[in-house]
């Protein structure tokens, strides 16, 4: 099957538009468009700057993909966005490129992104992301595979969401949110792990019980945050479990702070 492109649509001759994609009515792809294997650009969708998108992602209606920073440190240039396979971009999305020319936007495989949710210049976005409809990611968010970002949540700039955690619908994230854990208000705090997601992500009993573990001296327990770590670190029963690992590693690294 060739490439199929309706008589409507404005595919730059210069764009890169590999086997079987199916550019539909009143479209738009910009010269520097690269667009993988088996992709479908529903009709009034927009590819534009320099994006490279690989195999059987689907951008729908009236979607933006590759649009200019809102970064106003923007000084011009061909600043990038990079896209794995798979992913699913709905209605009225957006998703820019970086700021820098030298630099990207990297968007992972196998993520959802529902109506009018919004990636910002120069996050990093790992896979199989759900990001639900009216959410979005502020510049230079860094977001862990497997993450759920709920209807209408803002994620400050520079924030980091890890591995299999989940920020509610509605909430206002300006603090980093650990692997596993949930984060619900405004500004959110981590209320819990995220124990559904852990759940069907296929993690055992023993395992959501080791996150429960640590989230409980983290934030429920007497101890503030550097004791707390202390004391994972060196006495907890599971230290030496992965997930407690992960969990500390990520709490040390943090430069925002933990929500």
């Not at 009709?43 to 994006?51: C, F, K, S």
């Not at 809102?70 to 240039?77: A, I, S």
């Not at 550097?226 to 690992?245: D, G, H, M, P, V």
């Amino acid at each position: 099957m060739s490439v199929e492109i309706h008589s409507s649509a404005i595919v730059d001759p210069k764009a890169q538009l590999g086997e079987n994609v199916e550019v539909e009515a009143f479209c738009m792809i910009g010269p520097n468009a690269c667009i993988g294997d088996g992709s479908k650009i529903f009709h009034h969708a927009t590819v534009e700057g320099r994006v490279v998108m690989g195999a059987g992602n689907q951008v729908h209606s009236y979607a933006t993909i590759g649009g200019l920073t809102h970064d106003l440190k923007y000084k011009g240039g061909n600043p990038g966005l990079k896209i794995g396979d798979d992913n699913v971009f709905r209605e009225y999305v957006t998703a820019h490129v970086a700021t820098d020319p030298a630099d990207e936007t990297i968007i992972g495989s196998q993520n959802v992104f529902l109506a009018y949710s919004h990636v910002a210049h120069d996050c990093i976005v790992g896979d199989s992301l759900v990001m639900s409809s009216h959410s979005a990611l502020g510049g230079h968010v860094r977001v862990g595979d497997c993450v759920n970002v709920g209807w209408g949540a803002g994620v400050h700039q520079f924030c980091r969401l890890g591995r299999h955690s989940m920020v509610s619908a509605c909430s206002k994230l300006v603090q980093d949110v650990p692997p596993f854990m949930l984060a619900d208000g405004s500004p959110a705090e981590v209320r819990s792990i995220n124990k559904v997601g852990m759940e069907r992500s296929g993690f055992s009993n023993d395992e959501i019980e080791v996150a429960r573990g640590v989230f409980k001296k983290l934030f429920k327990g007497d101890m503030n945050r550097s004791q707390a770590i202390e004391y994972l670190e060196k006495e907890f029963s599971w230290k030496e479990n992965e997930i407690t690992k992960e969990i500390i590693a990520f709490a040390q690294s943090s430069e925002r702070g933990l929500a």
